[in-house]
């Protein structure tokens, strides 16, 4: 978890950088092979209630009043990271929403400067950013048991799956894809050339 506080009287932003397992359903915290995998993968990661609960905490003593604090995130589409952003919501109201795939802030400049126009008169700002990965009942990091889904787990972040097949495919000779020009799937093209100069750490990973 990485935590940047800027301050500029009389507003206060805070920004946030955090990557957490996700299991869907909050049974699956039961499992001890899914805990089991998160304790040795994540060590020191909490519940995204937990997580909500300790901020509002902290920031309280900090002087950010729940009331105008405007809470900024840039997650996943996938709905798995609406957990965490209901446990927030549940303290801070409605999120204002930078995120695309990954959990890159493809709403870009112009949304956060929208975000910072929307702050609250001698309000704070919350920005929580990052990527997020599965666990799925077998503990295997990387896939998650989707609801309603019998096949069993699948990626999870699969567009971050995704960018790292193509990664491989372009260390293997295939010609790296051009920024698009068409927005049908502008934000994976990003992704994966996003992700190409950290190839080769990807490959020598376990």
């Given amino acids: 978890?990485?935590?940047?506080?800027?301050?500029?009287?009389?507003?206060?932003?805070?920004?946030?950088?955090?990557?957490?397992?996700?299991?869907v359903s909050p049974n699956v915290?039961?499992?001890?092979?899914?805990?089991?995998?998160?304790?040795?993968?994540?060590?020191?990661a909490i519940k995204s209630s937990d997580l909500a609960k300790h901020m509002k905490a902290v920031l309280n003593k900090h002087g950010y009043a729940d009331e105008n604090t405007l809470i900024a995130t840039s997650l996943c589409c996938d709905e798995v990271n609406r957990e965490l952003e209901n446990d927030?919501?549940?303290?801070?109201?409605?999120?204002f929403s930078m995120g695309g795939l990954a959990g890159f802030a493809f709403g870009g400049?112009?949304?956060?400067?929208?975000?910072?126009?929307?702050?609250?008169?001698?309000?704070?700002?919350?920005?929580?950013?990052?990527?997020?990965?599965?666990?799925?009942?077998?503990?295997?990091?990387?896939?998650?048991?989707?609801?309603g889904r019998h096949g069993g787990s699948g990626a999870c972040c699969g567009s971050a799956a995704a960018a790292a097949g193509y990664c491989k495919l372009v260390q293997e000779g295939k010609t790296p894809i051009a920024p698009p020009t068409e927005p049908l799937d502008a934000q994976q093209t990003f992704v994966g050339n996003l992700l190409l100069p950290h190839a080769d750490r990807l490959s020598s990973s376990q």
């Avoid at 927030?88 to 999120?95: E, F, R």
């Avoid at 126009?117 to 001698?122: E, K, V």
């Fill in 88 to 95: 927030l919501t549940s303290i801070y109201n409605y999120n």
């Fill in 29 to 44: 915290y039961e499992d001890s092979n899914v805990t089991d995998a998160i304790k040795e993968h994540f060590p020191g």
């Fill in 1 to 23: 978890l990485e935590i940047r506080i800027f301050t500029n009287t009389p507003t206060c932003l805070l920004m946030m950088n955090c990557c957490f397992p996700s299991a």
């Fill in 109 to 147: 400049v112009t949304s956060f400067g929208a975000m910072a126009h929307h702050i609250p008169d001698n309000g704070s700002c919350i920005v929580l950013y990052g990527p997020h990965v599965g666990v799925d009942d077998t503990g295997v990091v990387g896939k998650v048991n989707r609801r």
